[in-house]
């Protein structure tokens, strides 16, 4: 059907644009896409509304639909107390724009970012950290890509403690000249026992992983990879490291996560945006795609401003030579963890990371033995093995209880946050038990 405001929507203009790609279907573009995740029928979208007022009761007809109840999902996106004043700043017009959250000529924004990658490289003990990228996911890809590019090697190991969705992701955009090979998981959910020679480019761990454990052979693995000219990039996520050891500690070249729990929502999905740092070593520096923010000189001599820097590697200075391409990021989102990280400084991370490493261990003592890897440091998540998981899960809601995501027919994933009081966690155990029973 033609429409008016898409130009390849009439057919003429359409088979010429398919003509000069050399393609005979729009269909050949989503080759890659598989089958099962293709919708192959239209939208089930109601008939448009003529008016704003039938549209405004619609959409209250949809929010009557919400309803409050005690969750303790997690696995990527989680529950975290947003302070206020995140909410305030990311709102206000000197920030919020359709584009990358800063316009170019904005020295303002631009002091903002560079404000957030400096306090970010301070919670990492890292010297250079990105405006953020999309999500975590394409943090974790593009990092394990930096390490490719710079060993000039083609493959990496990665732990299979991940989260599958994230798997998915880092198949999709390592293919296909990066070969990924799954490291196994021990009995305690941390990294199982692995071997490495010199056709590897990096050991790629996250801690703490998806079941929550948080990995203690950081330095093994470092030293392993570095032995055969390997790099150990590591995803972290940065709420844990007021409590935990910051990967640079341990010897890791890449650090890299998402920073949605710094005082993003969840959302319908939540409000992701991707980090990634190293050291201040200009060969590997030389390998981010995205930008770097820094203090710059300026066109008045001896003055200097906040801006780019390092410009000329990126796709926006060289079209076709750049090492990613480089697009829109999610800089807004930079901004508002920036005054999240501001608000709490190091004593309040610190009280942050110890509020969740009590509440969760309390969350596994009161709900065992139903957990895995019991003996395992875990922060903020851990795993529960029951006999049915969806039939757990189904009788929780019964309750009023989301009480975790289903990991597979006998693991379900259970998350406790600094928003989950004592009495919220007694209450899930003695959901838990009823259902159980």
């Known amino acids: 059907m033609t429409h008016p405001y898409i130009p390849n929507a009439e057919p003429r203009v359409r088979a010429e644009m398919l003509a000069e790609l050399g393609v005979e279907s729009v269909e050949e573009f989503y080759a890659d896409i598989p089958a099962a995740l293709r919708l192959d029928r239209p939208l089930d979208l109601p008939e448009p509304l003529v008016a704003e007022y039938e549209l405004v009761q619609h959409m209250r007809g949809l929010f009557a639909k919400n309803t409050e109840a005690l969750s303790f999902l997690g696995h990527g996106t989680y529950p975290h107390y947003v302070p206020a004043v995140c909410d305030e700043v990311n709102s206000r017009s000197e920030f919020l724009t359709a584009y990358a959250g800063e316009p170019y000529e904005d020295h303002g924004r631009f002091q903002a970012l560079f404000e957030y990658v400096s306090m970010m490289g301070e919670l990492l003990e890292m010297d250079v950290v990105n405006v953020p990228t999309y999500d975590g996911f394409q943090a974790s890809g593009t990092a394990i890509r930096m390490a490719a ?213 309390y969350a596994m003592d009161a709900l065992a033995p139903l957990v895995k890897h019991a003996d395992a440091i875990h922060f903020r998540e851990f795993a529960l093995e029951v006999p049915d998981a969806a039939a757990l899960l189904a009788g929780l809601r019964a309750k009023g209880i989301f009480g975790g995501v289903q990991l597979d027919e006998r693991t379900v994933l259970v998350c406790v946050t600094e928003r989950h009081s004592i009495a919220d966690i007694d209450r899930l155990a003695a959901a838990v038990k009823e259902v159980l029973a």
């Open 149 to 361: 590019r710079y060993t000039g090697r083609s493959k990496v190991l990665v732990s299979g403690a991940v989260n599958r969705d994230k798997m998915s992701k880092l198949r999709d955009f390592l293919a296909p000249d990066i070969t990924i090979e799954l490291a196994p998981v021990a009995a305690n959910g941390e990294i199982g026992e692995i071997t490495l020679d010199e056709s590897y480019a990096a050991i790629y761990l996250e801690t703490p992983n998806v079941y929550g454990v948080v990995e203690t052979r950081g330095r093994e693995l470092a030293d392993l990879a570095h032995a055969h000219g390997a790099l150990l990039v590591v995803g972290a996520d940065p709420i844990s490291l007021g409590v935990l050891a910051p990967p640079a500690a341990y010897g890791a070249d890449i650090a890299c996560g998402d920073i949605q729990p710094l005082g993003m929502h969840q959302f319908y999905g939540g409000g992701h945006a991707g980090y990634i740092a190293t050291q201040d070593h200009e060969p590997l520096v030389a390998e981010f795609p995205s930008r770097l923010f820094g203090i710059a000189p300026t066109a008045v001599e001896g003055e200097y401003g906040f801006g780019d820097v390092f410009y000329d590697r990126t796709s926006f200075a060289l079209r076709e030579e750049g090492k990613e391409w480089v697009g829109t990021a999610a800089a807004l989102w930079g901004i508002t963890a920036g005054v999240y990280l501001a608000l709490m400084g190091p004593e309040g991370m610190r009280e942050l990371g110890e509020t969740i490493l009590a509440r969760t261990r």
